[in-house]
């Protein structure tokens, strides 16, 4: 009987990152499923947690997803490159400024990680060029290489299928068994409110209704799926028939905006 996997824990920071949500979110992984899909992986809390053999991540961030290659085919390249990072508002400025998409999958993965732990509250965001923007922050000493933990993630990583694409596209392969986890850029709480850039284009109320036309398509031909997003009411509007829908608290700390962080209520839709 092969022994159980340990969890290992998400390198990078994430907005709308899952840790916090995790006790919840594990009780409605089916104990026995095929595949792993999780298409929109961002930190990956839930995928690390689970440790799964057999998994499909993703995201159209090609960055984060080059960011994970990196990781898993040469951690200790990447550990390397940041041991030698310094904490420093000028070589942040240079970094940040980089053409980094010429570079290796290592290099982008110590950029992701440098930023991620030395910007402004961990948060990534790009404007229109696809161009990170995010001001240096206010650290006194960050663990820029944690190595432990980039060990660790790479260990889980090994078999896993990494792919840069739309969600319809990663997950329309799986099969009755299976199990997909969507975790979209969440819709906005107000009419006031905007997507969170994550990349050079957002993810509006029609890729919302599109998600959940492709995820009763896969309840139906019986693979397990779980989602999460906001309370917003254009969500539970969108989920109301032939799906649950759970409230559970959250805590938001990683936000451009103070307004934006703090105790709220999110959906956990099954």
Known sequence: ???????????VKWAGGKRQLLRELLKHVPPKHGRYFEPFVGGGALFFAV???????ADVNRRLVRAY??????????????????????????????????GTDVEVAAWMVYLNKTGFNGLYRVNKHNRFNVPFGRYENPKICDATTLRAC????????????DFEKVAHTAKR????????????????????????SGFGIDE???????????????V?????????????????RDF???????????????????AITELVIR
């Open 224 to 240: 397990h799926v779980l989602l999460s997003n906001s309370s917003a009411p254009a969500v539970r509007e969108l989920y109301a």
């Open 177 to 200: 068994g299976d199990f997909v986890y969507f975790d979209p850029p969440y819709a906005p709480l107000s009419p006031t409110s905007s997507f969170t850039s994550y990349t050079s």
């Open 208 to 222: 919302q209704t599109r998600l959940r036309d492709f995820a009763l398509k896969l309840k139906k031909r019986g």
């Open 1 to 11: 009987m092969s022994t159980p996997l340990k969890p290992a824990r998400p390198f």
């Open 154 to 165: 790479s260990e889980a990583l090994v078999d896993t299928d990494l792919k840069v694409g």
């Open 51 to 57: 440790r799964p053999r057999r998994a499909v991540l």
């Open 69 to 102: 290659r990196g990781v898993r085919d040469d951690v200790e390249a990447v550990i390397a490159l940041l041991k030698s990072y310094p904490h420093d508002p000028v070589f942040f400025e240079k970094t940040r400024s980089r053409a980094v998409d010429d």
């Open 244 to 262: 649950d829908v759970l409230e559970v608290a959250a805590t938001r700390r990683v936000n451009s905006k103070a307004g934006g962080r703090g």
